[in-house]
């Protein structure tokens, strides 16, 4: 990836930030900080990776991307209005009453949103049976299913991560945001998911650990786990909670969770006044 | 009267008949296949048969990614773990999601039998029936199922099919054809409705001839369709009837007598019997000691029928 790449990628990463932040900070309260630890796996996704086009969001031969931590909805939201598949002015509407984006991910209001989820650990069953679909159907669009490392403790991820592995679907990539944090505190404190890399392998999947926050990097992997013939790949990300938001970053685990203050998210998004 | 197949090789014929002309149809298994037969299916299209071994999350999770895509997936699994053991799967992946997944439970209630009370679903068409937008059917005899099941495909949605695996009592005669949102009036009767499904639907037909030798007019309406529930039908014979007898191999909670009630609370207030299980477990046994120990049995009905009429207003 060349350095002008890298910069766009980065550039627009910190634009998706910003989008959550001020999506956010307008409600007042939401998932800031599992949205924004995904950021530049989304921005490489989006604007780099998957064969996506707004104008054609039911496109069968399109990427599908499902976001099985359903509650990182805001900063799907902020890439998809930034995409165009709705209008900018939208992300003003989460979670008020009738809105198209509701805090966990909804197929059915969203326009460019391939899977609900909110329920953890159901998306990854999905993402396995839209791999299949396309294997059936000998299309060859890809799937990339994003689990979260708190997530992981449900059973089902695992269940979905043996079939995915045993069935070695190469269409299929899957990405571990592991923040290393949940609701009631560190992963490793509640029931550690480590080693991620080493279970992935042990269910047949191949793994490998990358800096969830270096776009370069994100991208090389995606291009590895594509060159995978025969092997479902599953890419741990390693990611920090509130990633790129100081007033998020330091709030730790409860950065989950919390309310932005007006002046806050101004000041953040160089927004004085609308 | 035996039926001559078994209800689970009528589903697996109906299923590969159908897939030859239409590639929208798979099979998602979790470990049962070699229980409710399936095999023809995977012989007759291996790429579109896939069984994820016992992991009933993931495979209604499968299902409902494959149906993102345009499939039509049946999945299926004993009744207990088809609904209870994913019911938040089916519940977010697939009816929240609209996601047009078929879902197949066997061997309602008593039918376990030696399996017993982990394996006897008293609940399932009760849990199904709360998922907003779930159909819910049983269907009573290999012929209703083959007339079915064409249906339960056209329609765009999910279904829940309470399936007998093996050979049933015959009620209709092969090559009968119901409406999957209709109730069927078996037979007339002026005095007491009995309501029945799946294996009470013979019970209820002998109960009628009993109450008949007694001067009591039994009419029997199968309603195999539990939601939507043909409420035109029922108010229609409750109306004319004045009162009721629920006949369901299920908990009287939740089931079919719970549906029948707010039928009649809603359009026509008549006194309601329940022969049905009552707020309990299952148990070990063959089906003939199951329907004594849970009051199943044709006299159940006939008791309840003289105590419904008993009590007309």
Sequence with gaps: MDKQKVKFLNDKADDIRKLIIEMIGRLGVGHVGGSLSIVELLT??????????????????????????????????????????????????????????????????????????????????????????????????????????????????????????????????????????????????????????????????????????????????????????????????????????????????????????????????????? | MQDSKEMREVYCESLVQMAATDPRIVVVEADLMNCIKTGPFKKAYPDRFFDVGVAEANMVGISAGLATCGKIPFCSSFGTFATRRCYDQIFISVAYSKQNVKIVGTDPGIAAEINGGTHMPFEDMGIMRGIPGMVCVEPTDSAMLRSLMPQIVDFNGPVYIRLFRKKTEKIFEDGASFDLFKAFTLRKGADVTIIASGIMVSRALDAAEQLKERGISAEVVNVYTWKPIDDETIAKSMRKTGAVVVAENHNVFNGLTSAVAEVAAKLCPVPIESVAVKDQFGEVGKMPYLSDRYGLNVSNIVDAAIKATKRKI
């Design chain 1, 44 to 274: 490489v996704l989006y604007y780099d990776k998957a064969k996506v086009d707004p104008a054609r969001p039911d496109d069968p031969d399109r990427d599908r991307i499902v976001l099985s931590k359903g509650h990182a909805g805001p900063a799907l939201y902020s890439v998809l209005a930034d995409k165009g598949y709705f209008p900018l002015d939208k992300i003003r509407t989460l979670n008020q009453p009738g809105t198209d984006l509701p805090s966990h991910c909804d197929m059915n209001k969203t326009v460019g949103v391939d899977m609900t989820a909110g329920s953890l650990g159901q998306g990854l069953s999905c993402a396995v049976g839209m791999a299949l679909a396309g294997k059936i159907d000998k299309k060859d669009y890809r799937v990339y299913a994003i689990i979260g490392d708190g997530e992981s403790q449900e059973g089902q991820i695992w269940e979905a991560m043996m079939y995915a592995g045993n069935m070695g679907l190469d269409n299929l990539t899957i990405f571990l945001d592991d923040n290393k944090m949940q609701i009631d505190d560190y992963t490793a404190n509640i029931n550690s998911v480590e080693p991620f890399d080493k279970k992935c392998e042990a269910f047949n999947l191949r793994s490998e650990r990358v800096n969830g926050h270096d776009v370069k990097a994100i991208a090389e992997a995606i291009d590895r786990a594509h060159a995978a013939k025969g092997k479902c790949t599953c890419i741990v990300l390693d990611t920090v909670k509130g990633h790129g938001v100081p007033f998020a970053v330091s709030k730790g685990v409860g950065s989950h969770s919390f309310s932005i203050s007006e002046a806050e998210w101004r000041e953040f998004c160089g927004k004085e006044a609308d």
